[in-house]
T-cell receptor, first 112, second 117 residues
Framework: GAGVSQSPSNKVTEKGKDVELRCDPISGHTALYWYRQRLGQGLEFLIY????????KSGLPSDRFSAERTGESVSTLTIQRTQQEDSAVYLC??????????FGPGTRLTVT | AQKITQTQPGMFVQEKEAVTLDCTYD???????LFWYKQPSSGEMIFLIY??????QNATEGRYSLNFQKARKSANLVISASQLGDSAMYFC??????????????FGTGTRLQVTL
Protein backbone atom coordinates (compact mmCIF):
# COMPACT_ATOMS: atom_id res chain seq x y z
CA GLY A 1 0.00 0.00 0.00
CA ALA A 2 1.08 3.56 -0.63
CA GLY A 3 2.51 5.64 2.17
CA VAL A 4 1.97 9.33 2.81
CA SER A 5 2.83 11.37 -0.25
CA GLN A 6 3.57 15.07 -0.50
CA SER A 7 3.95 17.45 -3.39
CA PRO A 8 5.92 19.22 -4.54
CA SER A 9 9.09 17.70 -3.15
CA ASN A 10 10.88 21.02 -3.57
CA LYS A 11 9.53 24.53 -3.94
CA VAL A 12 11.48 27.73 -4.48
CA THR A 13 9.46 30.90 -4.28
CA GLU A 14 10.06 34.61 -4.05
CA LYS A 15 9.38 36.50 -0.87
CA GLY A 16 5.81 37.74 -0.80
CA LYS A 17 4.35 35.00 -3.00
CA ASP A 18 1.76 32.48 -1.84
CA VAL A 19 2.49 28.74 -1.84
CA GLU A 20 0.36 25.62 -1.53
CA LEU A 21 1.73 22.34 -0.23
CA ARG A 22 -0.21 19.12 -0.68
CA CYS A 23 -0.44 15.98 1.41
CA ASP A 24 -2.06 12.66 0.51
CA PRO A 25 -2.42 10.56 3.68
CA ILE A 26 -2.52 6.80 3.93
CA SER A 27 -5.96 5.61 2.91
CA GLY A 28 -8.24 5.15 5.90
CA HIS A 29 -6.17 7.20 8.32
CA THR A 30 -8.47 9.53 10.19
CA ALA A 31 -5.83 11.88 11.59
CA LEU A 32 -3.55 14.14 9.57
CA TYR A 33 -0.78 16.38 10.88
CA TRP A 34 1.46 19.12 9.52
CA TYR A 35 4.88 19.83 11.01
CA ARG A 36 7.68 22.20 10.10
CA GLN A 37 11.37 21.36 10.40
CA ARG A 38 13.88 24.16 10.13
CA LEU A 39 17.43 23.27 9.18
CA GLY A 40 19.16 21.30 11.92
CA GLN A 41 16.20 21.42 14.25
CA GLY A 42 13.42 19.19 15.48
CA LEU A 43 9.87 19.19 14.20
CA GLU A 44 7.41 21.90 15.18
CA PHE A 45 3.72 21.03 15.22
CA LEU A 46 1.57 23.24 13.02
CA ILE A 47 -1.95 21.82 12.74
CA TYR A 48 -3.84 18.56 12.91
CA UNK A 49 -7.13 17.22 11.62
CA UNK A 50 -9.06 14.38 13.24
CA UNK A 51 -12.09 13.08 11.40
CA UNK A 52 -14.91 15.61 11.39
CA UNK A 53 -13.71 17.43 14.50
CA UNK A 54 -12.56 21.04 14.37
CA UNK A 55 -8.84 21.11 13.53
CA UNK A 56 -6.26 21.90 16.20
CA LYS A 57 -4.59 25.03 14.79
CA SER A 58 -2.61 25.86 17.92
CA GLY A 59 0.77 25.47 16.23
CA LEU A 60 0.24 27.81 13.27
CA PRO A 61 2.86 30.57 13.65
CA SER A 62 0.85 33.37 12.08
CA ASP A 63 -2.35 34.11 10.21
CA ARG A 64 -0.39 33.75 6.97
CA PHE A 65 -0.59 30.00 7.50
CA SER A 66 -3.77 28.02 6.90
CA ALA A 67 -4.69 24.46 6.06
CA GLU A 68 -7.67 22.56 4.78
CA ARG A 69 -8.58 18.92 4.58
CA THR A 70 -11.21 17.36 2.37
CA GLY A 71 -13.00 14.71 4.42
CA GLU A 72 -10.43 12.10 5.39
CA SER A 73 -8.27 12.58 2.36
CA VAL A 74 -6.06 15.25 0.85
CA SER A 75 -4.85 18.24 2.83
CA THR A 76 -3.40 21.51 1.60
CA LEU A 77 -1.18 23.80 3.65
CA THR A 78 -1.17 27.37 2.34
CA ILE A 79 1.38 30.01 3.24
CA GLN A 80 0.49 33.52 2.13
CA ARG A 81 2.99 36.33 1.56
CA THR A 82 5.94 34.05 2.23
CA GLN A 83 8.87 35.31 4.26
CA GLN A 84 12.44 34.05 4.36
CA GLU A 85 11.87 32.60 7.84
CA ASP A 86 9.27 30.30 6.30
CA SER A 87 12.07 28.37 4.58
CA ALA A 88 11.96 24.86 6.02
CA VAL A 89 10.89 21.31 5.29
CA TYR A 90 7.16 20.86 5.76
CA LEU A 91 6.25 17.34 6.82
CA CYS A 92 2.85 15.75 6.75
CA UNK A 93 1.90 12.69 8.79
CA UNK A 94 -1.20 10.55 9.12
CA UNK A 95 -2.37 7.94 11.57
CA UNK A 96 -5.25 5.86 12.75
CA UNK A 97 -6.95 7.52 15.69
CA UNK A 98 -4.86 5.64 18.27
CA UNK A 99 -1.82 4.80 16.21
CA UNK A 100 1.67 6.01 15.52
CA UNK A 101 2.15 8.70 12.93
CA UNK A 102 3.52 7.82 9.51
CA PHE A 103 5.35 10.65 7.81
CA GLY A 104 5.61 11.70 4.20
CA PRO A 105 8.90 12.64 2.53
CA GLY A 106 8.33 16.35 3.10
CA THR A 107 8.32 19.46 0.94
CA ARG A 108 11.45 21.57 1.06
CA LEU A 109 10.42 25.21 0.80
CA THR A 110 12.99 27.86 0.00
CA VAL A 111 11.96 31.51 0.06
CA THR A 112 14.37 33.80 -1.78
CA ALA B 1 2.87 22.02 28.12
CA GLN B 2 5.09 19.15 27.08
CA LYS B 3 8.82 19.36 26.63
CA ILE B 4 11.36 16.88 25.29
CA THR B 5 15.09 17.30 25.95
CA GLN B 6 17.81 15.50 24.02
CA THR B 7 21.16 16.62 25.39
CA GLN B 8 23.42 14.76 22.96
CA PRO B 9 23.70 16.66 19.68
CA GLY B 10 26.01 13.97 18.28
CA MET B 11 27.11 10.46 19.15
CA PHE B 12 29.61 8.02 17.69
CA VAL B 13 29.47 4.26 18.04
CA GLN B 14 31.48 1.46 16.54
CA GLU B 15 29.76 -1.08 14.37
CA LYS B 16 28.32 -4.02 16.36
CA GLU B 17 28.44 -2.08 19.62
CA ALA B 18 25.40 -0.90 21.58
CA VAL B 19 24.57 2.77 22.02
CA THR B 20 22.16 4.69 24.24
CA LEU B 21 20.51 7.90 23.10
CA ASP B 22 19.19 10.01 25.93
CA CYS B 23 15.75 11.57 26.19
CA THR B 24 14.10 13.28 29.13
CA TYR B 25 10.61 14.69 29.12
CA ASP B 26 8.38 16.96 31.10
CA UNK B 27 4.61 16.85 31.24
CA UNK B 28 1.86 17.35 33.76
CA UNK B 29 -0.43 14.95 31.93
CA UNK B 30 -0.65 11.59 33.74
CA UNK B 31 -1.29 9.75 30.47
CA UNK B 32 1.17 10.07 27.63
CA UNK B 33 3.09 8.17 25.00
CA LEU B 34 6.74 8.33 24.06
CA PHE B 35 8.10 7.71 20.58
CA TRP B 36 11.41 7.44 18.84
CA TYR B 37 11.83 8.28 15.17
CA LYS B 38 14.83 7.89 12.86
CA GLN B 39 15.55 10.44 10.16
CA PRO B 40 18.18 9.35 7.61
CA SER B 41 19.82 11.88 5.32
CA SER B 42 17.00 11.29 2.85
CA GLY B 43 14.74 13.20 5.23
CA GLU B 44 11.96 10.72 5.85
CA MET B 45 10.83 10.13 9.42
CA ILE B 46 10.76 6.44 10.33
CA PHE B 47 8.86 5.27 13.39
CA LEU B 48 11.00 3.00 15.59
CA ILE B 49 9.39 2.32 18.94
CA TYR B 50 6.60 3.40 21.28
CA UNK B 51 6.18 3.36 25.08
CA UNK B 52 2.96 4.15 26.88
CA UNK B 53 3.13 5.84 30.27
CA UNK B 54 1.18 3.00 31.90
CA UNK B 55 3.08 0.19 30.21
CA UNK B 56 4.65 -2.05 32.83
CA GLN B 57 7.46 -3.31 30.66
CA ASN B 58 10.00 -1.52 28.54
CA ALA B 59 9.19 -1.58 24.84
CA THR B 60 11.37 -3.57 22.46
CA GLU B 61 11.38 -3.79 18.66
CA GLY B 62 14.14 -5.90 17.21
CA ARG B 63 17.45 -4.18 17.94
CA TYR B 64 15.69 -1.21 19.51
CA SER B 65 14.65 -1.04 23.13
CA LEU B 66 13.36 1.80 25.22
CA ASN B 67 14.75 2.23 28.73
CA PHE B 68 11.73 3.85 30.39
CA GLN B 69 12.30 5.29 33.85
CA LYS B 70 9.07 7.03 34.76
CA ALA B 71 10.20 8.50 38.08
CA ARG B 72 13.18 10.11 36.38
CA LYS B 73 11.08 11.09 33.34
CA SER B 74 13.53 9.52 30.95
CA ALA B 75 12.96 7.38 27.87
CA ASN B 76 16.34 6.47 26.48
CA LEU B 77 16.67 4.56 23.22
CA VAL B 78 19.09 1.65 23.18
CA ILE B 79 20.30 0.33 19.84
CA SER B 80 22.08 -2.99 20.08
CA ALA B 81 24.56 -4.36 17.55
CA SER B 82 24.84 -1.07 15.65
CA GLN B 83 24.97 -1.19 11.88
CA LEU B 84 26.30 1.35 9.39
CA GLY B 85 22.73 1.92 8.24
CA ASP B 86 21.84 3.18 11.71
CA SER B 87 23.70 6.42 10.99
CA ALA B 88 20.97 9.07 11.09
CA MET B 89 19.26 11.68 13.22
CA TYR B 90 17.16 10.26 16.03
CA PHE B 91 14.24 12.15 17.52
CA CYS B 92 12.43 11.50 20.76
CA UNK B 93 8.82 12.66 20.83
CA UNK B 94 5.88 12.70 23.21
CA UNK B 95 2.16 12.64 22.73
CA UNK B 96 0.10 14.06 25.57
CA UNK B 97 -2.51 11.30 25.63
CA UNK B 98 -1.61 7.64 25.80
CA UNK B 99 -4.98 6.56 24.51
CA UNK B 100 -7.96 8.35 23.18
CA UNK B 101 -8.03 10.81 20.36
CA UNK B 102 -4.89 11.31 18.37
CA UNK B 103 -2.93 14.40 19.23
CA UNK B 104 0.20 16.21 18.20
CA UNK B 105 3.72 15.06 18.87
CA UNK B 106 6.22 17.27 20.67
CA PHE B 107 9.74 16.59 19.42
CA GLY B 108 13.19 17.00 20.88
CA THR B 109 16.03 18.59 18.94
CA GLY B 110 17.49 15.25 17.94
CA THR B 111 20.75 13.33 18.24
CA ARG B 112 22.92 12.65 15.22
CA LEU B 113 24.32 9.12 15.43
CA GLN B 114 27.34 8.14 13.41
CA VAL B 115 28.26 4.46 13.21
CA THR B 116 31.92 3.83 12.43
CA LEU B 117 33.80 0.75 11.26
Amino acid sequence: GAGVSQSPSNKVTEKGKDVELRCDPISGHTALYWYRQRLGQGLEFLIYFQGNSAPDKSGLPSDRFSAERTGESVSTLTIQRTQQEDSAVYLCASSWEYGEQYFGPGTRLTVT
Amino acid sequence: AQKITQTQPGMFVQEKEAVTLDCTYDTSDPSYGLFWYKQPSSGEMIFLIYQGSYDQQNATEGRYSLNFQKARKSANLVISASQLGDSAMYFCAMRAKNTGTASKLTFGTGTRLQVTL
